[in-house]
Each structure stands twice: as C-alpha cells, then as structure tokens.
Nanobody
Framework: VQLVESGGGLVQAGGSLTLSCTAS????????MGWYRQARGNERELVAR???????DYADSVKGRFTLSRDDAKTTVYLQMNSLSPEDTGTYFC????????????????WGQGTQVTVSS
C-alpha cells in the first residue's frame, strides 16, 4: 500500500491550499482516510478524516474552514483549506486504515511521507 500526497506549500494568511492523497496497492477495503498534521514541537493531531460509510470528522480548529472530500473510487481524498492562519502551519500527513487483501484479518494503518504547509502572517 502506498499513499501519495500532493499539494502544500507556502501561502499568506487568509489564503487557500488544497492537499490530495491517493492510495494505491492492496486496497481490499479502505476503512477510513484523511489528514493529520504536526507542528514543530507538537504532537500529531487529526485534521479531518472520512470513513468508509462517508462520515467525516474535523478538528474543532478547522471546522468551517477546511473541507475533506473524496473521489468516486474512494481512493483519493482532497483537503480544501481556506482562511489559513499561521496556526495551520505544519507537516500534513495522509493517513488511511486499510484492509489490504480479502485474506487480511484486520486493518492496517498507513501513512504518507508528509507535505509541508507554511502560512505566513
């Protein structure tokens, strides 16, 4: 299983960015998929994720500003980030809980390599 991330970069406060993440490889079932972020000196925290059934959770700090969506194949998720602030700066990691094959007995947790988002004031 591989998670390939794109997007990120440098943006001024109030600006927007879109992150995308595509899962490939053994994808018998994707249980959930989404984004976490980690600011320097802080722990990794959930930003947003969507479950197989379509339920989406957001961190309180991004509600109303960020929108998580996915493609019809449910193997790519998009994180539209609006009204960005310097507090949103950090490394954003794609995460997916995946059952790789029909023979798998449980789901596995996979991570992308991370993409940097920097918001200047």
């Amino acid at each position: 299983v591989q998670l390939v991330e794109s997007g990120g970069g440098l943006v001024q406060a109030g600006g927007s960015l879109t992150l995308s993440c595509t899962a490939s490889g053994g994808l018998f079932s994707i249980i959930a998929m989404g984004w976490y972020r980690q600011a320097r000196g802080n722990e990794r925290e959930l930003v947003a994720r969507v479950t197989r059934g379509g339920n989406t959770d957001y961190a309180d700090s991004v509600k109303g500003r960020f929108t998580l969506s996915r493609d019809d194949a449910k193997t790519t998720v998009y994180l539209q980030m609006n009204s960005l602030s310097p507090e949103d700066t950090g490394t954003y990691f794609c995460n997916a809980g995946i059952i790789p094959t029909i023979h798998s007995t449980r789901s596995e947790d996979y991570w992308g390599q991370g993409t940097q988002v920097t918001v200047s004031s």
